[in-house]
Protein backbone atom coordinates (compact mmCIF):
# COMPACT_ATOMS: atom_id res chain seq x y z
CA UNK A 1 0.00 0.00 0.00
CA UNK A 2 0.91 3.30 -0.95
CA UNK A 3 2.73 5.67 2.00
CA UNK A 4 -0.30 8.10 2.18
CA UNK A 5 -1.96 10.45 5.13
CA UNK A 6 -5.04 12.33 5.18
CA UNK A 7 -4.64 16.08 5.53
CA UNK A 8 -7.12 18.49 6.76
CA UNK A 9 -5.65 21.74 5.26
CA UNK A 10 -2.19 23.53 4.66
CA UNK A 11 -2.02 27.00 5.03
CA UNK A 12 0.66 30.12 5.52
CA UNK A 13 0.00 31.85 8.98
CA UNK A 14 1.52 33.61 12.20
CA UNK A 15 1.93 31.35 14.69
CA UNK A 16 -0.32 32.22 17.96
CA UNK A 17 1.47 30.33 20.89
CA UNK A 18 4.44 28.86 22.45
CA UNK A 19 7.66 29.77 22.16
CA UNK A 20 8.11 31.08 18.30
CA UNK A 21 4.83 33.06 18.85
CA UNK A 22 4.66 35.58 15.66
CA UNK A 23 6.45 33.72 13.27
CA UNK A 24 5.36 33.43 10.08
CA UNK A 25 5.07 29.37 9.12
CA UNK A 26 3.55 26.64 6.40
CA UNK A 27 0.72 24.73 9.14
CA UNK A 28 0.44 21.23 7.79
CA UNK A 29 -2.90 19.61 9.76
CA UNK A 30 -3.00 15.89 9.66
CA UNK A 31 -6.24 14.12 10.11
CA UNK A 32 -7.12 11.88 13.16
CA UNK A 33 -6.66 11.76 16.55
CA UNK A 34 -5.64 9.36 19.56
CA UNK A 35 -7.06 11.92 22.42
CA UNK A 36 -10.72 13.27 22.88
CA UNK A 37 -9.85 16.87 24.92
CA UNK A 38 -12.66 18.40 26.28
CA UNK A 39 -12.21 21.57 24.88
CA UNK A 40 -11.25 19.92 21.10
CA UNK A 41 -12.27 23.08 18.97
CA UNK A 42 -10.35 21.50 15.77
CA UNK A 43 -11.08 20.36 12.62
CA UNK A 44 -9.12 17.41 12.00
CA UNK A 45 -11.39 14.41 10.34
CA UNK A 46 -12.25 15.42 6.64
CA UNK A 47 -9.08 16.14 4.32
CA UNK A 48 -7.12 15.27 0.89
CA UNK A 49 -4.92 12.25 0.73
CA UNK A 50 -1.41 12.78 -0.04
CA UNK A 51 1.89 10.82 -0.26
CA UNK A 52 4.90 12.70 1.06
CA UNK A 53 6.14 13.36 -2.57
CA UNK A 54 2.57 14.85 -3.78
CA UNK A 55 2.34 16.93 -0.44
CA UNK A 56 6.28 18.31 -1.18
CA UNK A 57 5.39 19.88 -4.36
CA UNK A 58 2.15 20.93 -3.37
CA UNK A 59 4.04 22.91 -0.27
CA UNK A 60 7.15 23.39 -2.54
CA UNK A 61 5.34 25.21 -5.42
CA UNK A 62 3.05 27.44 -3.33
CA UNK A 63 5.31 28.52 -1.03
CA UNK A 64 9.00 30.11 -0.91
CA UNK A 65 9.90 27.37 2.19
CA UNK A 66 13.22 29.62 2.84
CA UNK A 67 10.89 32.39 3.31
CA UNK A 68 9.18 31.25 6.62
CA UNK A 69 10.57 30.55 9.83
CA UNK A 70 9.30 26.42 10.29
CA UNK A 71 7.22 24.24 8.84
CA UNK A 72 4.45 23.52 12.16
CA UNK A 73 3.01 19.91 11.80
CA UNK A 74 -0.18 19.68 13.79
CA UNK A 75 -3.62 18.08 13.83
CA UNK A 76 -4.85 16.11 15.51
CA UNK A 77 -2.28 14.04 16.36
CA UNK A 78 0.48 14.40 13.50
CA UNK A 79 2.54 11.62 14.80
CA UNK A 80 -0.41 9.17 14.50
CA UNK A 81 0.92 9.43 10.55
CA UNK A 82 4.83 9.37 11.36
CA UNK A 83 5.83 6.53 8.65
CA UNK A 84 4.62 8.99 6.52
CA UNK A 85 6.91 11.87 8.34
CA UNK A 86 9.36 9.64 7.12
CA UNK A 87 9.44 9.89 3.75
CA UNK A 88 8.32 13.65 3.88
CA UNK A 89 10.62 14.77 6.34
CA UNK A 90 14.20 14.34 4.20
CA UNK A 91 12.47 16.00 1.73
CA UNK A 92 12.28 19.34 3.72
CA UNK A 93 15.16 19.28 5.82
CA UNK A 94 17.55 21.93 5.38
CA UNK A 95 15.48 24.18 3.55
CA UNK A 96 13.62 25.33 6.95
CA UNK A 97 12.91 24.43 9.90
CA UNK A 98 10.69 21.42 11.20
CA UNK A 99 8.38 22.15 14.62
CA UNK A 100 6.19 19.71 16.08
CA UNK A 101 3.01 20.08 17.51
CA UNK A 102 1.85 17.24 19.70
CA UNK A 103 -0.07 15.99 22.53
CA UNK A 104 2.99 14.02 23.59
CA UNK A 105 1.53 10.52 23.63
CA UNK A 106 3.18 8.54 21.28
CA UNK A 107 6.75 8.06 21.90
CA UNK A 108 7.65 5.35 20.00
CA UNK A 109 5.92 7.26 17.01
CA UNK A 110 8.14 10.13 17.86
CA UNK A 111 11.49 7.73 17.85
CA UNK A 112 10.99 7.11 14.69
CA UNK A 113 11.32 10.62 13.33
CA UNK A 114 13.14 12.69 16.03
CA UNK A 115 16.35 13.42 13.91
CA UNK A 116 14.27 15.85 11.69
CA UNK A 117 12.50 17.40 14.15
CA UNK A 118 14.05 21.11 15.56
CA UNK A 119 11.23 22.39 17.69
CA UNK A 120 8.86 19.80 19.72
CA UNK A 121 5.71 21.50 21.28
CA UNK A 122 4.62 18.99 23.73
CA UNK A 123 1.56 19.04 25.33
CA UNK A 124 1.35 18.19 29.17
CA UNK A 125 -2.71 17.33 29.27
CA UNK A 126 -3.88 18.72 32.94
CA UNK A 127 -6.91 16.24 33.70
CA UNK A 128 -8.90 19.03 34.78
CA UNK A 129 -8.93 20.93 31.44
CA UNK A 130 -9.16 18.50 29.19
CA UNK A 131 -11.21 14.97 30.58
CA UNK A 132 -8.12 12.54 29.97
CA UNK A 133 -5.71 11.47 31.90
CA UNK A 134 -2.18 10.71 30.05
CA UNK A 135 0.36 12.58 32.23
CA UNK A 136 2.57 9.01 32.45
CA UNK A 137 2.43 9.16 28.77
CA UNK A 138 3.22 13.08 28.64
CA UNK A 139 6.01 12.21 31.32
CA UNK A 140 7.66 9.19 29.10
CA UNK A 141 7.51 11.32 26.38
CA UNK A 142 9.02 14.87 27.50
CA UNK A 143 11.95 12.56 28.83
CA UNK A 144 12.57 11.51 25.39
CA UNK A 145 12.96 14.98 24.23
CA UNK A 146 16.18 15.84 26.27
CA UNK A 147 18.53 16.52 22.67
CA UNK A 148 15.58 18.46 21.25
CA UNK A 149 14.69 21.83 21.69
CA UNK A 150 11.31 21.65 23.84
CA UNK A 151 8.78 23.62 25.36
CA UNK A 152 5.33 22.21 27.31
CA UNK A 153 2.44 23.92 26.57
CA UNK A 154 0.16 23.56 29.81
CA UNK A 155 -4.07 24.67 28.99
CA UNK A 156 -5.69 25.16 32.09
CA UNK A 157 -8.82 26.59 33.15
CA UNK A 158 -10.17 27.37 36.79
CA UNK A 159 -10.09 23.79 38.21
CA UNK A 160 -6.33 23.62 38.04
CA UNK A 161 -5.16 22.04 40.50
CA UNK A 162 -2.22 22.05 43.52
CA UNK A 163 -1.17 18.32 42.45
CA UNK A 164 -0.97 19.19 38.72
CA UNK A 165 1.32 21.86 39.17
CA UNK A 166 3.64 19.71 40.93
CA UNK A 167 3.38 17.43 38.28
CA UNK A 168 4.29 20.04 35.96
CA UNK A 169 7.21 21.84 37.52
CA UNK A 170 8.62 18.41 38.52
CA UNK A 171 8.61 17.43 34.80
CA UNK A 172 10.32 20.60 34.39
CA UNK A 173 13.12 20.66 36.95
CA UNK A 174 13.72 17.05 35.94
CA UNK A 175 14.48 18.17 32.21
CA UNK A 176 14.75 21.72 31.69
CA UNK A 177 12.41 22.40 29.48
CA UNK A 178 10.35 26.27 29.22
CA UNK A 179 6.43 25.78 31.06
CA UNK A 180 4.03 27.86 28.52
CA UNK A 181 0.74 28.21 29.94
CA UNK A 182 -2.29 28.86 28.37
CA UNK A 183 -5.62 29.78 29.61
CA UNK A 184 -8.13 27.77 27.61
CA UNK A 185 -10.19 29.45 25.50
CA UNK A 186 -14.28 29.42 25.04
CA UNK A 187 -16.17 31.71 22.22
CA UNK A 188 -15.96 34.59 24.77
CA UNK A 189 -12.45 34.60 25.37
CA UNK A 190 -10.29 33.51 27.20
CA UNK A 191 -12.03 30.92 30.06
CA UNK A 192 -10.42 32.80 33.21
CA UNK A 193 -9.37 36.70 34.56
CA UNK A 194 -6.18 37.88 34.31
CA UNK A 195 -6.03 37.78 38.03
CA UNK A 196 -6.67 34.22 37.98
CA UNK A 197 -3.75 33.66 34.99
CA UNK A 198 -1.48 35.69 37.26
CA UNK A 199 -2.07 33.65 40.61
CA UNK A 200 -1.30 30.56 38.22
CA UNK A 201 1.74 32.25 36.98
CA UNK A 202 3.15 33.05 40.53
CA UNK A 203 2.49 29.63 41.43
CA UNK A 204 4.68 28.03 38.81
CA UNK A 205 7.04 30.53 38.21
CA UNK A 206 8.18 30.39 42.78
CA UNK A 207 8.97 26.81 41.85
CA UNK A 208 9.86 26.82 38.10
CA UNK A 209 10.96 30.39 36.91
CA UNK A 210 11.32 29.45 33.51
CA UNK A 211 7.36 29.73 33.05
CA UNK A 212 5.40 32.44 30.74
CA UNK A 213 2.02 32.74 30.69
CA UNK A 214 0.99 33.24 26.29
CA UNK A 215 -2.74 33.16 25.43
CA UNK A 216 -3.58 32.11 22.18
CA UNK A 217 -2.50 35.27 20.12
CA UNK A 218 -4.32 34.11 16.75
CA UNK A 219 -7.42 34.79 18.20
CA UNK A 220 -6.04 38.14 19.34
CA UNK A 221 -5.02 38.93 15.69
CA UNK A 222 -8.01 36.77 14.30
CA UNK A 223 -6.09 35.01 12.12
CA UNK A 224 -5.63 31.20 11.78
S1 LIG B 1 -4.88 16.26 21.41
FE1 LIG B 1 -5.33 18.20 20.36
S2 LIG B 1 -6.37 17.59 18.44
FE2 LIG B 1 -6.40 15.79 19.82
S3 LIG B 1 -8.39 15.91 20.85
FE3 LIG B 1 -6.85 16.93 22.17
S4 LIG B 1 -6.97 19.14 21.60
FE4 LIG B 1 -7.99 17.95 19.96
Do not use: W
Amino acid sequence: MANEARINEIFASIQGEGSVVGYKQIFIRFCGCNLDCGYCDTEFKNGNIYTPQSLYEKISTQYNLKSFHSISLTGGEPLLSYKFLKEFLPLVKGQTKIYLETNATLTDNFSQVKDYIDIVAADIKLPSATGVNVLGKNLEFIRSCSDISTFAKIVFDENITEDEIDFCTNIANETGIELILQPKMTAAGMSVKPEFCEKILDKFTSVYPNTRLIPQMHKFLNVR
